[in-house]
């Protein structure tokens, strides 16, 4: 009775991560026959994971939580995107294509947030793919999430460039009241034409500066990440200033940068989109970022970051409302750790 039950009503189980690599190492993504198209044309593979807290080093928190993997906003310069290759997808169109949704991450976070040993420690959300990319208004997992957090009483810090973040001001709030909440907006320039090249999938950076100011109103701890500046695009004196200027007059608390970061398929992938849209800058990169350095050279970095913060004192920008926590000037050297896991 129990077999033909069984065949009348079959437990189809989302596959995991490996799964997904080994069927897309076969077959191609084509394989993924279970993935669903939607209205922006991006597929949607749900998965399960077996873990949903993934632990990091050379950090300010040891803690990450991606509920999904692949990212339709598709910033040419993103530095997950070499990361799509560990599921044997590509770095180019199909980190913005096909998205994995990882569907029993809830339930997975709230039995690790349960555990005697977990010590409430930071968790940081967003630093593979974003959070509030347009399919969590589907899903809601960065919202379930969120719940779990606030009721195992766990620090929070956030990092977004969809407006869709205001949603959850109430979370924030909550969050902060019970351990500490902080949420980064990603505007790395209010330069239209370098956003509309440079990042093809987001909403335009008064829409994210809108949020910046809604969530501050609402009296969440909310700032701005001016990341990455690109070289030759957006690094430049009157580009910083007008976006530093735009992020005070817009209520942030704080507002950090950083110069663009190159490693692996995310390098391939640029220097790629560099020669179509920009050829006029391909031989000065070749020369910043020298025999395959991930690293703009330390001179060039050194006096973008001087720019920086003569700019922050201008406007008042100058540090975090929690000065000791300021957001660092420069990436740790292992930040692509915080990107990767098979969970």
Known sequence: MADKCASLFPLTLHPTTR???????????????????????????????RSALNPVEGM?????LNP??????????????????????????????VILVKTNLPEVLRRELARPAW?????ALGTATDPYQPIEGHYKLTRQSLEALCAARTPVGLVTKGPMVVRDA?????????????????????????????EPGTA??????????????????????MAPLVPGITADRNSIESTIRA???????????????????????????????????TGAYDELYAAGSKYASRGYASEVQGMVRALRARYGMTSSERPSREVPDSPPPRCEQAAFDWG
Request: proline residues 3%; charged residues 25%.
């Open 60 to 64: 300010p928190f040891r803690w990450t």
């Open 19 to 49: 799964d997904v690599a080994r069927l897309v190492k076969d077959g191609g993504a084509d394989a993924l026959t279970e993935a669903q198209r939607r209205a922006d044309d991006a597929r949607y593979q749900e998965v399960r994971c």
């Open 170 to 198: 109430d979370l924030f709030k909550a969050v902060a009241a019970v351990a500490s909440c902080t949420i980064y907006v990603s505007v790395p320039s209010v330069n239209e034409d370098a956003w509309r090249r440079l």
């Open 68 to 97: 999904y993997r692949g990212c339709t906003h598709a910033c040419h310069y993103c530095f997950a995107r070499r990361y799509h290759q560990q599921f044997e997808l590509g770095a180019g169109d199909e980190f913005a294509t």
């Open 247 to 281: 992020v005070a007059d817009h209520g942030a608390h704080f507002v950090g940068a950083n110069v663009l970061y190159l490693q692996g398929g995310t390098r391939t992938h640029f220097l790629e989109f560099l020669g179509r849209e920009y050829p006029e800058l």
């Open 204 to 225: 335009s950076p008064w829409q994210r500066l809108k949020a910046v100011r809604a969530l501050a109103d609402a009296g969440v701890h909310v700032g701005v990440l």
């Open 119 to 123: 010590m409430r420690e930071q968790v």
